[in-house]
């Protein structure tokens, strides 16, 4: 009963809220201009990660008014704690760089910063999968492999924030996915999940094709940052390789564009932060397939990892399964490029600006 009103709860309030986050944004100027990578051809208002986190927030808040929440000491809350008020300063970091346009240093700066606060909470990635080896504890790396995390995940959601639907859709996936898999370990890991995975199952609403708003970096990293913090407190505490390993693959599509594409950045002599058009989706775009088309073909290869997630702990069944979704995923994320296709890249941004 509890999770139905927090999710109905996380869906009400972003529907109710989006369209005054909207007229809010034309008024302040926070408008998504076309031109470059972008696919638009007309401006979009992009400060819609509010409504996200107003939503996610009030939704919370009336669970633990219900009593939804069931730590029962200090210690036990301080992680679940960690992760709202972490998701809240990410949330402010990225709002403040649409409005402002931050420079990255700063933005890096500041999110080290939330980082270490919530790891100071419990908010900590205490034990990663390595091959071969199983669950490995990181011991005194703990910080700085949290903080490369919560940012990193952070910043791949942004990275798939490309497309109308794209990045609020495959988060809503996950969330739910998180949320069915750390329900009887972690309830209240659980329900913070169902209140992100409504949210962004009502900013869809106005998100999906022919997007009204965009949830800019301020939707992009509180959805991130949550994501990955979910992951650290239900799962990445646990010891065993496979719910150590469960959230890599139930994110499986944003973190592995995201290290594909900052590989071939590199190999091309490029920044991990130079804008181009190496995402999956830009790929498949390139393909020929339409925007609809792209979002989703990728909802359904994200379909496929939460379900290779939710296999997992079946031995060697969900292993199988998980390995053969998680190398076509890998095949067609990996293309090296050609001095030819990097200067078309080059070309076409140049072009747009």
């Known amino acids: 009963m509890i999770a139905s009103i927090t ?145 990193g995940m952070a910043n791949a959601i942004n990275w798939m924030d490309g497309l109308d639907g794209l990045a609020a859709g495959i988060s809503t996936i996950a969330a739910l996915t998180l949320s069915l898999c750390s329900v009887h370990s972690h309830p209240d890991v659980a329900l913070i999940a169902l209140a992100v995975a409504g949210a962004t199952l009502g900013f869809l609403r106005y998100n999906r094709y022919p997007a009204q708003i965009y949830m800019g970096d301020g939707g992009s990293y509180f959805l991130g940052f949550m994501l990955a913090g979910i992951g650290a407190v239900g799962f990445m505490q646990a010891g065993t390789l496979t719910a150590t390993l469960m959230p890599y693959i139930a994110l499986a599509v944003p973190v592995l564009d995201m290290v594909f594409v900052i590989i071939a950045r590199l190999l091309d002599g490029k920044s991990p932060m130079f804008g181009d058009r190496r995402h999956l989706h830009h790929r498949w775009l390139q393909a020929g397939l339409s925007q609809q088309a792209v979002v989703w073909l990728i909802y359904g290869v994200t379909f496929c990892t939460e379900l290779a997630t939710i296999a997992l702990p079946m031995n060697g069944l969900g292993w199988l399964i998980g390995m053969g979704i998680l190398l076509p995923l890998c095949l067609t994320n990996w293309r090296p490029s050609t001095p030819l296709m990097i200067a078309q890249q080059d070309r076409q941004i140049v072009d747009g600006l």
């Open 7 to 151: 999710v109905l709860t996380s869906i009400f309030f972003v529907i109710l809220i989006t369209p005054l986050v909207q007229q809010l944004g034309w008024q302040l100027g926070c408008v998504d201009q076309p031109g470059g990578r972008k696919t638009h051809q007309a401006p979009i208002v992009r400060i819609g990660g509010v409504a996200i986190c107003t939503g996610a927030l009030m939704a919370l808040l009336v669970t633990w008014q219900l009593g939804g929440f069931s730590s029962a000491s200090f210690s036990e809350s301080l992680p679940i704690l960690g992760l709202i008020l972490g998701g809240f300063g990410f949330f402010c970091i990225g709002v403040s760089d649409d409005y402002f346009n931050l420079p990255p240093l700063i933005r890096l700066s500041l999110q080290a910063v939330i980082s270490t606060i919530v790891w100071s909470m419990g908010v900590q990635v205490e034990y990663i999968p390595l091959p071969l080896i199983g669950a490995v504890s990181t011991g005194l790396l703990s910080l700085p492999i949290t903080f490369l995390w919560l940012a």
